[in-house]
């Protein structure tokens, strides 16, 4: 046996086929009468003993196939059962349906029913049985799942009241789900703004009469009226609804200076006070720097600890993965508990031993990525299970928490990151856990995928405060699927975001907008050169950056022991950044505190450092931005990415306002010293220039330029900043930001972390040159497929579906073939296909029989049917007491999509793009087999002609 430090992801202990799958057949009767439906199938090979052998589950011979765990059910009667009805008659899900293709026990309306749909039901029977694939999703099966659901919602609704009672609760579940996910997005969102205020402050000192306060809130003339502000205050005085952040608007006041509140102090004030008479005093700045940086290495040490060990996949366990062909993702299984649990039924087949004297050898199975889901932004994983991939536990309840604690955490601890992108991740958490309560939502992916869309315009809803601009933004960037439909529930879902977090107040100051600025004066025309220049930087900065940021991933944190280390890492980014951000002002504040600092117009009474008389202060402003513009820049490159929550929307609109305002601060001093030149003769006796608006279009062309967004961006920044009148300047920016990048590079940062972490995502958007090639090119000829006209058992079906696996293809499935009478030699025509899932589940029913013999050769009559029914329709999940289970026929998808070998390769695409298909056929004008294309071999073709420069 290998030594437990071998790589745990290739369990050690497995047989060959030859060996494993050759072993003499064992003697046993069919479990289930209804083997007798169809002779010759069901017996055993080899022989016909009345003697049914069990196997123990502690045998050494085990059987090649293990019992579902989750699938287990309530006696019938049972008060369970009884309440699974009840909630399944009102639409709600409690537990996960036993079958994907499963209807509910009482229909959907009377019983009478069934006689006026007998046409569609058998229609539905004639593509065979669906089992959830736990992998990718089947878009045109769920297309037509629900098809005939709504069909049949709205024939009983014409019959009865009690079916129009139903439709109408079946047509306001959608509406109802929208509505709780914005409230409980915006709830979640303003308990992470107060959190990562107060966590924020602390690291520069406390407030005296309420510790637990953030700055703002402590230096607010009203808060230190308060009778009940006192050094004893609770811990979530700050979450009272007693406290100063819940009064309206006109109850609140602007935050004054730090010299005009004396109920902060700062730790090297309080350090100072403290240590007198005792070391004779300690240096105010040498106390200050290290309680700043202590408390931010907590902070930031403490996130990473949260989302290594709550978050990782390798710890992540659920009831979908397979039980036949998953690799155990935890390197325990090496230990000597585990080996001794191998052969139990909970166990994966992989995982298995072979039983005495057989040779060992290692699975060649590919290993799973180790993924720590409450990491980084989540919009490339949010683009990803919104195009049909199945990210297990990513939208789970332990997700939810973890990154919604690790975000107040990490964005307090004073890291270049933002908390807009987590807050998507965070509302398509709640989207999904929400979606789940609800039947239609639980049993079909593609319709969950809707309520995601709409919880993704929630997330940029409260996390911006731009509804309309969240809208667009799930149009735009993440969805993948966006009818009408899902837009207006998108639109309603952002607005109920926006009205909870106003009402909830997190600011302070009675509005959710994070940069309210008013322009009093106008732009000129001369001014769109400096647009466009600002437009220019913005776009050559996003390239830059994103290319430097993932060859430093790669090439640094993964390439290098820093990998090994994520929480090592962490720490020592955090440290670099207190070292460098502390003797700077501007890198010392909050990103959201900054950018709108740069954003603000100088007035006549305007107190900001940013605003000056002379000239000759210009030059050192401008000296301490551009320092700071370098300093951030370079800390987000290495920032982005790390093993805690952290978005990037933030601190590209502070690289970008920053070299906006020294723009702006350059014009002003032309201004100043040669107030003469031709361009300010529009502006005489006052001042031309206004320098936060050169910010605000920089901090947008910025953010255009690492991500790509455009229209959605536009919107969002005119929803921060409510500056209508300053939509033309930020269009052009953004446009040339956007043109001038996709010449550097060619995708945004959220593409290249998906090709970075290796994210099956089909990029609909992207065009390719695809050249003279066709089908036949890239078929792949040698997959293994299944002959129906051939015996097998459940022994020899698991044997090929390990095989499969080996080959990387366990998320697709078999074509089921026959030989073709009269055909050349290797004729096989096609009849169906058999999806791994399909046959894992019906082996899986066959656990305690190896040697029984399975049919795969639909009947005359089957065939028949098939002629005259629809070939887009599907079967129920059928009950093991009305089926003959020996019959696999029933799983066979027997109208797969097929192409022909000299087909182009545009239809592929489309194919795989509109039709959502997980596999394509290759068959000939005879129906003769030639090949598979699977969606994981086409994004590996696609891959392939990017790198050639198509």
């Not at 196939?65 to 009840?86: A, F």
């Not at 980014?573 to 951000?581: A, D, N, P, R």
């Not at 900054?594 to 117009?601: K, T």
């Not at 999806?835 to 894992?840: A, M, P, Q, S």
Request: proline letters at 5%.
């Amino acid at each position: 046996m290998p030594s437990s430090s071998s790589n745990s992801f290739l369990l050690p202990s497995v047989p060959t086929n030859e060996a494993y799958y050759s072993q003499p057949p064992s003697a046993s009767t069919p479990r289930f009468r209804q083997a007798s439906l169809q002779p010759g199938y069901g017996s055993t090979v080899g022989g016909g003993g009345t003697h049914r052998r069990n196997f123990s589950v502690n045998s050494a011979h085990g059987s090649p196939v293990v019992r579902h765990q989750s699938q287990s059910q309530s006696p019938v009667g049972s008060v369970m059962r009884k309440i699974r009805k009840t909630a399944s008659a009102v639409g709600l899900s409690l537990g996960r349906a036993e079958g994907y293709d499963q209807e509910d026990e009482d229909g959907d309306g009377d019983g009478d029913d069934e006689a006026g749909m007998e046409e569609e039901d058998e229609a539905r029977k004639s593509n065979g049985m669906r089992v959830c694939s736990y992998v990718t999703i089947d878009w045109i099966h769920d297309a037509i799942k629900e098809s005939s659901r709504v069909r049949r919602m709205r024939t009983n609704a014409k019959r009865s009241y009690r079916g129009a009672i139903a439709n109408a609760w079946d047509r306001f579940q959608g509406w109802m789900l929208v509505t709780v996910i914005g409230v409980i997005s915006a709830i979640i969102a303003f308990l992470i703004i107060r959190t990562e205020m107060v966590l924020f402050d602390l690291k520069e000192g406390f407030c005296y009469t309420s510790p637990t306060s953030p700055k703002r809130f402590c230096c607010t003339p009203r808060h230190r009226l308060l009778p009940s502000a006192s050094a004893t205050t609770s811990a979530f005085s700050f979450l009272s609804l007693q406290s100063p952040f819940f009064r309206n608007m006109e109850e609140h006041h602007n935050p004054v200076e730090v010299d005009e509140c004396p109920d902060w102090v700062g730790w090297g004030e309080w350090w100072s006070d403290k240590a007198e008479g005792v070391w004779g005093g300690l240096d105010f700045g040498v106390a200050e720097f290290g309680t700043y940086a202590l408390i931010a290495l907590i902070l930031a040490g403490l996130a990473s600890t949260l989302t290594i060990y709550l978050s990782s996949s390798e710890h992540h366990v659920t009831s979908k993965n397979s039980t036949l062909l998953s690799t155990p993702p935890t390197p325990a299984s090496s230990s000597p508990t585990a080996k001794s649990r191998r052969g139990g039924e909970s166990q994966p087949l992989l995982a298995r031993d072979a039983g005495n004297g057989v040779q060992e050898e290692k699975a060649q199975v590919p290993t799973r990525k180790v993924m720590y889901y409450a990491a980084g932004s989540g919009i490339p994983e949010i683009k990803t299970i919104l195009s049909g991939f199945v990210i297990h536990g990513y939208l789970g309840g332990w997700t939810l928490l973890t990154k919604s604690a690790g975000l107040a955490l990490s964005v307090g601890s004073g890291l270049s990151l933002g908390k807009e992108g987590p807050l998507v991740h965070i509302a398509c958490c709640c989207g999904n856990i929400v979606s789940r309560l609800f039947t239609k939502f639980e049993l079909n992916e593609a319709k969950r995928r809707e309520i995601l869309s709409a919880a993704c315009a929630a997330g940029v809803s409260v996390a911006f405060g731009a509804p309309i601009g969240g809208v667009l933004f799930s149009l735009e960037e993440v969805s993948y699927y966006f009818p009408p439909k899902v837009m207006w529930r998108s639109f309603w879902c952002a607005a109920v975001a926006a009205i909870t977090l106003r009402a909830l107040n997190p600011f302070g100051n009675g509005s959710i907008v994070l940069f309210a600025v008013t322009y009093t004066k106008p732009y000129h025309n001369w001014e769109f050169a400096i647009f466009a220049l600002l437009g220019i930087f913005g776009g050559i900065y996003g390239a830059i950056f994103s290319r430097l940021n993932i060859l430093w991933s790669r090439n640094v944190r993964q390439g290098s022991w820093v990998g090994r280390h994520p929480i090592v890492e962490v720490l020592i980014v955090t440290g670099l950044t207190t070292l460098v951000s502390f003797m700077n002002p501007y890198c010392r504040m909050g990103g959201t505190e900054l950018v709108a600092s740069l954003f603000a117009e100088c007035k006549h009474d305007s107190t900001s450092r940013l605003c000056v008389d002379d000239p000759s202060e210009i030059t050192g402003i401008i000296l301490l931005i551009g320092t700071a513009l370098v300093i951030k820049g370079c800390l987000t490159i290495i920032t982005f990415g790390i093993k805690l929550p952290a978005g990037i929307f933030i601190p590209s609109l502070v690289v970008g306002a920053c070299f906006g305002r020294i723009v702006g601060l350059g014009m002003e001093w032309v201004e100043h010293t040669h107030p003469s030149f031709a361009i300010f003769d529009v502006c005489r006796g006052t001042e031309c220039v206004v320098p936060g608006l050169y910010a605000m279009v920089g901090a947008a062309a910025t953010l255009a330029g690492v991500t790509r967004t455009t229209v959605s961006l536009v919107v969002i920044m005119l929803e921060l900043t409510g500056s209508l009148n300053y939509v033309v300047p930020i269009m052009m920016a953004v446009l040339l930001a956007k043109t001038t990048a996709d010449m550097l590079e060619k995708k945004g940062i959220y593409d290249l972390v998906i090709d970075l972490n290796q994210l099956p995502y089909l990029d609909s958007k992207h065009e390719y040159l695809w050249g003279s090639r066709v089908v036949e090119e890239i078929a792949d000829r040698s997959v293994p497929v299944l002959r129906a006209d051939k015996v097998h058992t459940v022994r020899s079906l698991t044997g090929r579906m390990l095989e499969l696996a080996r080959g990387g293809l366990a998320d697709t499935g078999f074509p089921v073939l026959v030989r073709e009478h009269g055909a050349a030699v290797g004729g096989m025509r096609v009849i169906g296909f058999l999806g791994t899932n399909e046959l894992e589940h019906a082996l899986a029913l066959l656990a305690d029989e190896p040697d029984a013999r399975l049919n795969l050769m639909p009947s005359d009559e089957t065939r028949m049917k098939n002629s005259i029914h629809s070939i887009f329709s599907f079967a129920d999940s059928a009950d093991v007491g009305k089926t003959n289970p020996y019959d696999l026929s029933r799983y066979l998808d027997r109208a797969p999509i097929t192409v022909q070998p000299h087909s182009p390769l545009e239809l592929v695409q489309q194919l795989f793009v509109k039709l959502g298909a997980r596999q394509l056929l290759v068959v000939d004008g005879h129906g003769l087999f030639r090949g598979l294309v699977t969606k994981k071999s086409w994004l590996n073709f696609l891959a392939e002609l990017e790198a050639e420069g198509h």
